[in-house]
Structure formats: C-alpha cells, structure tokens
C-alpha cells in the first residue's frame, strides 16, 4: 500500500553535471564562463571527442553540450556512439553548430539530440537552453526514483497479498480438517508427499511448490457435509455416501473462481482427487490423463496418508502394509507414473508419517510467492478441467465397479 509520496521540493539537485565538446579552446573557456554564472553546475570541458567518450566513461555528467564540426569524429558521431550508452540513452544533449543546414539538424535529431544552439550565440539564450534541459534532466531524475518507489511499494503489496492468500489457505483447510477431527497433521503430509511425487515427476520447484501449497484444499468442500457423516464410525448407507461424494463438486465451487494460479490449481485438484486412473473414481468418471496431472499426484499423496491414519470409521494401517497398497493400486486406482515415483520416495515417506506435525507447512507459508514455472498448466486448460468436474455428469467406463467412498 503507498504511504506516501518521495520528497520532490528542488528543482534541479544540488550541483548538476554538465560536459562541454568542443575543438576550440578558447570556446570552451566562453562556454564555461557563461555557464557558471547559472549556478550550482559543476562543468567540465573537453576539446577532443574521442577523450570525451572516455570521460563519459568514467562520469556520469547530467547534461551534454557538444560541438557539429570537430576533426575525427564530428557531434552526429559523437551523439550515435554516446546514446548506446546506458546512462546517456536519455540524458538532454544540445547541439552546438554555425550550420544552417536543414539536413544537418535532421540528422542530429535522429541521431538523438534534443536541442540546437547557433553560434554565435547569445549568453541569455544560452543560459535560457541550457535551463531548460537541467530542468528536463531533473524531470527525468525524479520520475525515476518516484518509479522505484512505487514499484518498490507495489512489490511489497504483492508479497503481502500473496502471504495472505496462503494463509487464508491454510485457515480454511485447518478447518476443514477440524470437523473430521484432525489437527491438521494430515494435511501438511499430503502437501509434502505431493511436493515430493511432483519434483520426482520432473515438474520443476515452482509447479511443485504451487501443488504443495494447493494441496492442503484437496477436501475443502467438506465444509458442507454434515458432521454426522463425517465422524460416523461405521460404514455409510448409499444415501450418506452420496451425499459424502458431493464434497467435490463443492470444493470446486468454492475454488473455481479463484484469481490467481494457486487458487485454479487448487480447484483441479479437489475437483480430480478422487477419480481413479481406469475411469471408476468419481465425479464425472474420468479416466487416465484426463484426469488433471495435479490431482492425480494428490490423489497418491492423500490415499496413502489416509490408509495410515487413524479415523473415527477405521483402524491405521501399518506403513508398509499401506505402502505395499498404493503400489498395488498402480493402474487401476492410480497413474503408474506417479506411484513410481512414490516408490522410489520410501525413506523420505517414512520420514514424513514418524513426525506428527505441521512445520513445512507452516514455513511454506512464510516464502515469497513463486514464479509462474513454465510447465504451469494454462489457465483454459484448467478452467476446461473445473468446469467438468463441477458440472458433468459422472461417466463409468465399461466393466468399472463403483468403488466404496473414501471419506479422505
């Protein structure tokens, strides 16, 4: 947010830079004498523009007078040579000639000058010139650090902007998680393994930090179903399990018109999470890489957390047993992509199920927002993925059972 604005009160700094070219001495002597009396200008002067190229080299002058006709290289040269210059792209140059010449002037224009002085020429006008263009350079000078200001500002609001968009994330999934009795443990881990499956995936840090911090919404659209379904401790009836399955369609609902990256991805994610890779998943029975790649790397990562964990309806199942699961399930329940990567993460999934807590999470939250990787998935592609899941009727593919509904 801007706060306020950067001090702008003189019209030109203290003391400003301005070299004079030109091949006559005793014109450069005039020219420095007429100058001073304007005040507060440091002047240099140069009689030959090869060592003027070489001064500019070394000093960063504020205003350039240069001279048309000088031996070795004239001031059309000069100006081409000294606008390739970073600093001196844009600076004010006035020109110094005795010639009429309309082509002369043309060519010093489009060479980059910014104004004439004929000699001889008159020290009011000179000093009038001259005023102007210290005024123009000041202009410059102050735009460009009213630029960096604000864009410095901007920068900071859309750090801001970005932690708390990963913060709300994280409230809400904390909540979610809440009504079926978590602490939020459960998330972080799905998050983790994802980030995990998805760098192993070759998806890059960036499309693989997006997942991780997209991860946590998987089952937001829980928030609306009943807490006597969620916490039921025996199986649910068809109806119950129904109305448990609707949970998809409303996470998308409440993501799919997200702003930014995170938010879309998030939505192909709670909207694809339970298909299954034979096409017998639900909502809309997508099958193999229809399924959104994000969703199918979550789906691995929440599954196998979930087979582990101990619910109010179910015991915990034994690490490896619960690993031995997810591999089995390579082909029909899951892209055989993913679970080869999963199986080559063993140690680091052991790790992450032997520590009950939040931590990465918690540190994701506080990182700058990422850059947009170029594996990123485009946001028609997307959008075309959360319409789906949201609206089309479910698809069952020939010989696909309806499998029991995972209240994970």
Same mark, same amino acid.
């Given at each position: ?51 003027? @190229?070489? %001064? ?15 031996? /070795?290289?004239?001031?059309?040269? =000069?100006?081409?040579? *000294? ?10 140059? #006035? ?25 001889? =020429?008159?020290? =009011? ?23 960096? =200001? ?7 609001? @859309? ?21 079926? /009795?978590?602490?939020?443990?459960? #998330? ?12 192993? @995936? !070759? ?50 609902? #409440?993501?799919?018109? !997200? ?11 709670? !909207? ?43 015991? /915990? ?40 807590? *939040? ?6 939250? %506080?990182?700058?927002?990422?850059? %947009? ?25 020939? /010989? ?9």
């Amino acid at each position: 947010m801007l706060t306020k604005l950067p001090e702008i009160v003189n019209v030109r700094d203290d003391i400003t830079s301005v070299l004079v070219v030109d091949d006559s001495c005793s014109m450069l002597a005039i020219l420095e004498s007429t100058i001073n009396k304007i005040g507060k200008i440091d002047v240099a002067t140069c009689d030959n523009p090869v060592k003027a @190229m070489l %001064k500019c080299a070394e000093f960063q002058y504020d205003v350039i007078l240069v001279d048309y006709l000088m031996p /070795g290289m004239n001031g059309i040269d =000069f100006l081409r040579k *000294i606008r390739k210059v970073e600093h001196y792209r844009s600076i004010p140059i #006035i020109m110094l000639t005795s010639q009429h010449d309309r082509n002369v002037r043309i060519d010093a224009l489009s060479a980059g000058v910014n104004d004439f002085l004929t000699k001889p =020429f008159d020290p =009011f006008e000179l000093r009038a010139r001259l005023s102007n263009m210290l005024a123009l350079r000041n202009a410059q000078r102050q735009q460009a650090k009213l630029v960096a =200001f604000l864009t410095n500002d901007v920068e900071q609001a @859309m750090r801001e902007m970005a932690l708390r968009e990963k913060e709300m994330i994280w409230r809400l999934a904390l909540a979610v998680e809440a009504r079926d /009795g978590g602490t939020g443990a459960h #998330i972080a881990r799905v998050a983790e393994i994802s980030r995990l499956i998805a760098l192993g @995936m !070759g998806m890059g840090e960036a499309c693989s930090q997006l997942i991780y911090l997209a991860a946590p919404l998987h089952d937001v659209g829980k928030i609306g179903t009943p807490d006597a379904i969620l916490r039921k401790p025996g199986p649910l009836t068809a109806e119950e399990a129904e109305i448990m399955r609707r949970h998809v369609k409303h996470g998308v609902q #409440i993501l799919r018109d !997200g702003a930014t990256e995170l938010l879309r991805i998030a939505a192909l994610i709670a !909207g694809g999470h339970h298909e299954r890779w034979d096409g017998s998943g639900y909502p809309a029975g997508l099958k193999g890489e229809d399924i959104p790649l994000e969703a199918r790397i979550v789906a691995v990562a929440d599954a196998f957390d979930a087979i582990c964990s101990e619910r109010a309806y179910k015991s /915990g199942m034994p690490f490896e047993e619960a690993f031995a699961e997810i591999v089995r399930g390579a082909g029909s329940a899951f892209d055989p992509a993913c679970v080869a990567v999963f199986k080559q993460l063993k140690r680091e999934l052991l790790e992450i199920r032997t520590h009950d807590d *939040i931590e990465h999470l918690h540190e994701a939250l %506080k990182r700058p927002p990422v850059e %947009k990787h170029q594996n990123a998935r485009p946001k028609s592609v997307a959008g075309a993925h959360i319409e789906h899941a949201a609206h089309a009727p479910r698809r069952r593919h020939a /010989g696909a059972e309806a499998p029991a509904v995972n209240r994970d």
